[in-house]
């Protein structure tokens, strides 16, 4: 039995080697940032961290995508607009089709290519999968990252940025892995959960990862966001993280965050930690204590 043990994970080791080598070079975006916010209000670290990948105040020109939500407030996004209308952003347009035909249209997708940021609002990301994916609209998307641009979104907005997604069955969202899994891959081999402590969703991800070890998962709890560019991602805002790697949950190693802990399935990143996207390991050890100002 221990010898079967120990060939099932040189095994894994293999499989987990031979999708690093066959990886593109950068798990995020090469140019440009994303900002994935895991749900519940967000304070002034977390907006103030989208404006200013945009361009800051004066000159981001921001879209909001609201679609993920209801019908009925699908068009306005009131509450998204007026923040970053409060914060000193001019240049604002809401954009939504629940058409994939219109997504396509040289007219719907104009201001996505002038903008500096784009936003995508919460609800259920298979709506946004039915109206953008593998359209010139999702086209449009991915090039605001590619002239250095920003994309941000929180809940469903977070989890849309993946390449696979989970709680995304239009039967409801407790079922992980559904009849709707692919999702707009601005962050590559990653699957993003939102709400995560908030909501006792601790231990969801670990079968979904179990199952697809080629997977990072990212847990990202209310009030709480991860920066990403290049290989990197920063953790900010007011909870956690939680890490989910196919390695740590056939190990269950010790201390890989800095903390004093046992070991298990998964981890926590606290803020101002710092995560290595492409060899999945932690960066700086120790997380800021509460209040504590950025290094």
């Known amino acids: ?46 907006w103030g961290r989208f404006i200013e ?13 609201p679609t993920a939500g209801e019908d009925s407030s699908a068009m306005s996004a009131p509450r998204e607009k007026e923040k970053l209308l409060s914060l000193g952003v001019k240049n604002i347009t809401v954009l939504h089709t629940r058409d994939s035909k219109v997504a396509n249209q040289e007219l719907f997708v104009a201001p996505i290519r002038n903008a500096t940021g784009v936003w995508f609002v919460g609800g259920r ?61 601005f962050i590559h081999n990653v699957t993003i959960d939102q709400h995560f402590l908030r909501r006792n969703r601790q231990f969801d991800l670990v079968e979904v990862i179990k199952t697809r070890p080629e997977l990072l998962g990212i847990a990202i709890d209310e009030s709480t966001a991860i920066v990403v560019q290049q290989n990197t991602f920063e953790v900010i805002g007011a909870s956690y993280v939680g890490i989910y790697e196919a390695n740590q949950i056939a190990n269950s190693a010790k201390y890989p965050s800095g903390q004093n802990s046992t070991g298990g399935p998964f981890y926590f990143l606290g803020k101002g930690q710092k995560f290595d996207l492409k060899t999945r390991k932690v960066i700086n050890q120790q997380p800021q204590r509460p209040n504590e100002p950025a290094k």
Do not use: C
């Open 53 to 65: 990948l945009a361009g800051g105040p004066a000159a981001a020109n921001i879209v909001i995508i």
């Open 1 to 46: 039995m221990k010898k079967q043990s120990i060939f099932a994970f040189l095994f894994l080791n293999l499989l987990i080697s031979q999708i690093y080598a066959q990886a593109p070079q950068f798990v995020g975006p090469e140019k440009g940032a994303l900002v994935i916010v895991g749900g519940g209000n967000m304070g002034p670290e977390l």
């Open 125 to 185: 990301h298979w709506r946004l999968t039915d109206s953008y994916l593998n359209t010139l609209a999702h086209k449009e998307f991915k090039a605001v990252l590619e002239r250095g641009g920003v994309i941000g979104g929180t809940s469903a907005g977070a989890t849309i940025q993946g390449s696979f997604m989970v709680r995304g069955d239009t039967k409801g969202n407790s079922i992980m892995v559904g009849d709707h899994t692919q999702g707009l891959d």
